[in-house]
Every structure is written in C-alpha cells, then in structure tokens.
C-alpha cells in the first residue's frame, strides 16, 4: 500500500522560512518524480515545484528563487524548502508522486503566512 506523509506546516511570519517534508512508503520512490502541489483558500490546487527522478526541477513562476525542491532516495523522502514565504503563499501544500499514468496523493499540510 502506497502512503505519503507530509510535515513541517504551520504558522509562519512573511519573510520567515518553513521546510516541509513528504515520506513515501510502499513504493520504489527513486523513480517517481515528486510534486509540490497548493491549494489556496477558495482557489483550485495549482502546481508548485517538479523534481524527476533525474533530479532536474521545474518551478511556479511566483515561487522560483524562492522554493527549492529536493528529494532523498535512501531515505524515500522530498522536500520542500521555502523561504521569504508571502501571505499568498497561505495554502495546503499536497505532495504527489507520479509515473507512467500512476499518481499518488499525501493528506496535505496547512501553511499560513500571517503576521
């Protein structure tokens, strides 16, 4: 059975930085690519960050330099690095593997950017 596990959301200050985290179990994780997908209050789920199972990595336009996406294969985990979070940032963040016609969902993690 496939899981995926996302930590690390919470409340944060803009300008402050969280690290959230995706743990894949019941699946060779290393060649899947890894999505960050978000979910906005009252918007639809948008893509975040892309990183394939080369390791190349695709960025939203409003996130790049700002996001950094990362995978650790031994330990069957991505990541997601974000740092100068903005309110609009403020979402559930999802993690989603895929391959070959195959996708799967975490259960979300709440990020609230909010002084």
């Known amino acids: 059975q496939v899981q995926l596990v996302e930590s690390g959301g919470g409340l944060v200050q803009p300008g402050g930085s969280l690290r959230l985290s995706c743990a894949a179990s019941?699946?060779?994780?290393?060649?899947?690519?890894m999505a960050w997908y978000r979910q906005p209050p009252g918007k639809q789920r948008e893509i975040v960050a892309r990183?394939?199972?080369?390791?190349?990595?695709t960025y939203l336009d409003s996130v790049e330099g700002r996001f950094t996406i990362s995978r650790d294969n031994p330990k069957n985990t991505g990541y997601l690095q974000m740092n100068s979070l903005k309110p609009e940032d403020t979402a559930v963040y999802y993690c989603?593997?895929?391959?070959?016609?195959?996708?799967?969902w975490g259960q979300g993690t709440q990020v609230t950017v909010s002084s």
């Open positions: 019941g699946i060779n994780f290393r060649v899947y690519a």
């Open positions: 990183i394939f199972s080369s390791g190349s990595t």
């Open positions: 989603n593997i895929h391959r070959a016609g195959n996708m799967y």
